[in-house]
């Protein structure tokens, strides 16, 4: 008579288990591994390889990353991602030509990358947008901007420059390529200096790490500089990039102490985008990596279109105007989110 007492006990603990456990938090979804790249197959049998990263609603902006970067180096700009998503910005990034997991062709140019990203933005019906050009990937930028300026609500441009492609950085036809014999240690190639204050976020570091061996090994490349050099020459074959029909607001990232872009005189600008409102944020003791450091400036920028500047006063973040700011600066006020002086 005593075994059903026994069944009935269990059945009681089996019940409490369940009960207990069916209140813990358990996900209902899995965690992000970060961005998923997608492949679109244009009407010419091409295989284009891009990131969507943002709701369809949102407020699209096309990156162009740096020289010799595939196209997940968007996840370099995934410490401000939650920033990013509450202000309602998509970041879309379409793969250039030799890296990642693009095959390498030597017919293709600047013009061949421009209608890539248009046949990425037509399949996704985006009309409008704002540019985000990095770097090496500011040329890329002023290509597009020189094909469809219409098409661009605000250009933002960071640690670049307004023409790459002129006789004084080009010998031969062709710039020199510096990195080529440092692509097979990825640790060197996208290294950042000890003094900048990028080592403060977790994981970036090893995220450009992981970066670069993905541009330069995913497809088998095996460090080859063909790429590279490649793109490297589209720079001095393009030249002087008309951009005189730009007319939207162009903001410019500038380091003044950043060794790749010495000698270049930020009034430049106004010359090659006659017709563009030009918004200049420079940092005097900044080097080449302000598009990072300053993302949090270029993320309100794109979404306000405004001169307004971001700072840290008293341990808050605000934006105020942009003819206050060098009264406003000191000690108890900086640039940037607040998150920096942590």
């Known amino acids: 008579m005593k075994k059903p007492l026994l069944g009935i006990s269990l059945a009681f603990i089996l019940i409490g288990f369940l009960e207990v456990h069916a209140e813990n938090n358990f996900p209902e979804h899995f965690d992000s591994l970060g961005p998923t790249v997608k492949s679109f197959v244009n009407e010419e049998k091409k295989t284009i390889n891009y990131i969507d990263d943002g709701n369809a609603e949102d407020m699209p902006v096309i990156l162009m990353s740096g020289l010799g970067t595939s196209v997940r180096a968007i996840r370099l700009l995934d410490f401000l991602k939650t920033m ?6 998509r970041i879309i990034s379409v793969e250039r030509n030799g ?4 095959p390498f062709n030597p017919k293709h ?7 890539d990203v248009i046949d990425v933005l037509d399949y996704l019906e985006i009309s409008k947008f704002s540019l985000f050009g990095i770097s090496g990937g500011g040329p890329y930028a002023a290509k597009f901007a020189s094909l469809y300026p219409g098409r661009i609500t605000s250009m933002h441009m960071a640690a670049t420059a307004p023409v790459l492609g002129t006789k004084e950085r080009c010998e031969n036809g062709q710039i020199n390529n510096i990195y080529k014999d440092i692509l097979r240690f990825p640790m060197q190639f996208f290294a950042f200096p000890e003094t900048s204050e990028l080592h403060q976020l977790e994981g970036f570091q090893d995220t450009a790490f992981d970066e670069a061996a993905r541009a330069h090994y995913l497809y088998g ?5 063909q790429a590279l050099d490649h793109e490297l020459a589209l720079y001095c074959n393009e030249g002087v990039i008309d951009t005189s029909n730009m007319n939207a607001p162009v903001y410019v990232y500038l380091g003044l102490a950043d060794p790749l872009l010495i000698g270049e005189n930020i009034e ?5 985008y006659p017709k563009a409102q030009i918004i200049k944020r420079t940092y005097p003791k900044e080097g080449h990596d302000v598009q990072y450091r300053h993302l949090d400036q270029i993320l309100m920028d794109i979404k306000n279109k405004d001169t307004s500047v971001l700072i840290c006063k008293d341990g808050i973040s605000t934006m105020v105007k942009h003819d206050e700011v060098d009264r406003i600066l000191g000690a108890n006020a900086t640039l940037g989110l607040c998150l920096w002086n942590h």
């Open 268 to 272: 430049d600008w106004d010359t090659v």
């Open 221 to 225: 490349q095996m460090a080859n500089p």
């Open 84 to 89: 990013r998503e509450q202000l309602n910005i």
């Open 109 to 115: 140019n600047m013009n061949t990358y421009t209608q």
């Open 99 to 102: 890296f990642g997991q693009t």
